[in-house]
């Protein structure tokens, strides 16, 4: 038995004595090393769940570790002080990750692999180990006591029931806004203006103090900058483009500059892959929490590992990590996606989640479905020119529907109309699944 082994025993001796100790120490079952350890440890934690006391027989009857094994610990350990076996755990704790994490690299020393899919294992192989300790598990009670808190201060009006904005209030209202650790598709056929509406969302948060992270696959980070100028200026895209043929007064931008200087809004241009995208959103998150990941746009995304032959299976897997990546920092994930052609084959050109592009899985893992239609596109003479209609097909948390808006894509900008109104449909799922 090697010094770590030891120590494991000493833990498991003190938890047979002591089996309070159990639910405070942390340790996981891969972390012990000795013979028949982690099995011991997995059936006294089976037991606690049952509700039984971990001791001797019990311990015994329920795993195949001989007896000698269980009283030779006990034996061996002499104190059962809560602080001193926690030192205990924490050795056999870091030992483990030590041995894991020299394992992974070893592992990866020997792999066959292009250098950047390399250096991506090696980012997973150290974050997973990074977050491999156990945070207390909240009981039934304390999730209760904070749900209904939170119930509370929304009934108080302490706390808005809207997230993160669109930039567009009756939209918000339906949607609730984009929410931590939602997966937000926003979905539209070319020129329907989704990039603008997802930069408005982003420059809306990062002006009121939130931490944006804003991925483009489509733009340099030039134009995103003099689109998100014309926007908070309400300055039109033309002559901002051709200066000479304006005498509009520049002074106007000045506040959009002192604004956005001051944004703590990261634009990234250059990276293209789902493992260069979730690598660099935890940079940013690591540093300080992010509240706010845009990615324009889904189908653009690419990979630094094996592209699966099926692409509508290879586009359904970014959109699983980005749900994931959302669960992870606990921020909303707004997602941008293309529609296939069928749409134009219709006589009512508005989007169905059908119309999704090489949608894969991303109905099912996306929160929220928005998708942006403009009869202006398709009709040269449609009354309803200026307008866009902002229509959420699918709502985890509550109604679907669609919200018209004013469309001033001159300057890249959504916003309400003057008529407030809107056409509601109930729920098709339960929003709470």
């Known amino acids: 038995m090697n010094e770590t082994q030891h120590y494991e025993a000493l833990v498991i001796g003190a938890c047979l004595q002591a089996p309070e100790l159990i639910a405070y120490l942390p340790l996981q079952p891969a972390d012990l090393s000795g013979e028949y350890h982690a099995e011991i440890w997995v059936t ?53 990750r030590k041995d894991r994490l020299v394992a992974g690299l070893q592992s990866l020393a020997m792999a066959d692999d292009e250098p950047d899919v390399m250096l991506h294992q090696a980012r997973e192989l150290i974050l997973g180990i990074e977050s491999d300790t156990p ?7 304390d999730i209760l006591h904070e749900r209904l808190t939170a119930l509370d201060d929304r009934i108080s009006g302490k706390v808005s029931p809207i997230g993160l904005t669109f930039g567009v209030g009756d939209f918000d209202r339906l949607s609730y806004g984009m929410k931590p650790s939602e997966l937000i598709v926003l979905a539209a056929r070319p020129a329907m203006g989704k990039s603008a509406l997802a930069l408005q969302a982003a420059r809306l948060s990062a002006e009121a103090g939130k931490r944006v992270a804003f991925f483009s696959l489509e733009m ?23 200066p000479a043929k304006t005498d509009r007064d520049f002074s106007e931008l000045s506040d959009a500059v002192s604004s956005l200087q001051d944004a703590d809004l990261h634009c990234i241009d250059n990276v293209f892959d789902i493992e ?20 324009d746009y889904l189908q653009l995304i690419g990979t630094k590992g094996r592209a699966n032959p099926n692409r509508a299976v290879e586009v359904g897997e970014y959109s699983r990590a980005l749900k994931m990546l959302a669960m992870q920092l606990g921020c909303p994930v707004l997602l941008l996606s293309q529609l296939n052609r069928d749409v134009e084959k219709r006589p009512d050109k508005r989007p169905l989640m059908a119309d999704l592009r090489e949608s894969g899985s991303v109905e099912q893992d996306a929160n929220k479905i928005v998708m942006i239609y403009r009869d202006e596109i398709y009709n040269d003479d449609t009354q309803d020119k200026g307008i866009a209609e902002l229509i959420l097909r699918k709502h985890r948390g509550g109604m679907t529907g669609m919200v018209p808006s004013s469309a001033n894509l001159r300057w890249f900008s959504f916003g309400d109309l003057a008529r407030d109104w809107q056409r509601l449909e109930a729920p098709r799922h339960d929003p709470f699944a």
């Open 220 to 242: 340099d980070v030039g134009e995103l900058f003099d689109r998100m100028l014309c926007q908070h200026a309400r300055f039109p895209a033309d002559h901002y483009a051709e």
């Open 135 to 141: 945070s207390r598990e909240k009981s039934n009670r």
């Open 44 to 96: 006294m934690q089976r037991l606690i769940a049952r509700g039984t006391a971990p001791d001797l027989v019990t311990v015994s009857d329920g795993c195949s570790a001989p007896v000698s094994v269980l009283a030779d610990a006990m034996r061996e350990c002499y104190s059962t002080n809560s602080e001193l076996v926690g030192n205990w755990a924490g050795i056999v704790k870091q030992r483990a």
């Open 276 to 295: 260069g995208i979730t690598a660099k959103s935890r940079a940013i998150h690591n540093k300080a929490p992010v509240d706010l990941v845009v990615v």
